[in-house]
């Protein structure tokens, strides 16, 4: 019993040990392949992020609770990556892709103080797709309840790695989690 005990302590250090990208990594989920249409009315697919580190999230412009306040922390979040000159994607997917055109996603952004120079906002999609990708591809829920204009979805921000693998949530609606993000993503560059 205290070689099986001793194997597997063992084992578990050398996973550890062989993690070499420094961060915390809570799961290792890859990310669905996906070609979406952009702000500007442009398709952009998963393979635009080969080789890219890049945060994932999910809003829609219609929210009336915490969308509002995960935009701001995403674009806390831009701003904090170019002052810290990392190179990371931001990506935004719309859960009410019906709704949601690139031109409302757009303006949504905009005018809360985004910019597209790194940031991707996606729709164009059905809700079905959507609904699909987020259980796939984030392990999380996406559902429009009837009689309803508002959508049950994650308020987490994801960490993707290089080779497509979201590994870490951090709170979308929490301002102090943008510095951890920043930090992660140093670790993976």
């Given at each position: 019993m205290r070689k099986l005990a001793l194997l597997i302590m063992t084992l578990a250090l050398f996973l550890v040990a062989c993690s070499n990208s420094g961060i915390e990594e809570h799961f290792s989920i890859e990310v669905q392949d996906?070609?979406?249409?952009?702000?500007?009315?442009?398709?952009?697919?998963?393979?635009?992020?080969?080789?890219?580190?890049?945060i994932a999230s999910m809003i829609f412009t219609n929210c009336t609770t915490v969308c509002p306040p995960m935009t701001a922390n995403k674009v806390r979040l831009q701003q904090a990556l170019k002052?810290?000159?990392?190179?990371?994607?931001?990506?935004?997917?719309?859960?009410?892709?019906?709704?949601?055109?690139?031109?409302?996603?757009?303006?949504?952004?905009?005018?809360?103080?985004?910019t597209?120079?790194?940031?991707?906002?996606?729709?164009g999609y059905s809700d079905k797709e959507i609904k699909d990708f987020a259980a796939k591809s984030f392990k999380t829920l996406v559902e429009k309840p009837d009689g309803t204009d508002q959508v049950i979805h994650t308020t987490s921000f994801y960490l993707v790695n290089k080779d497509g693998y979201a590994i870490k949530g951090y709170n979308g609606t929490k301002a102090e989690e943008m510095k951890e993000i920043v930090e992660d993503v140093k670790k993976l560059n």
């Open positions: 996906f070609a979406y249409t952009d702000q500007d009315g442009n398709t952009f697919k998963k393979s635009d992020l080969d080789g890219e580190v890049w002052d810290a000159e990392v190179d990371v994607e931001l990506v935004s997917f719309s859960v009410d892709p019906t709704v949601d055109t690139p031109e409302l996603l757009t303006e949504y952004i905009t005018e809360r103080g985004g597209f120079d790194n940031w991707h906002a996606l729709t």
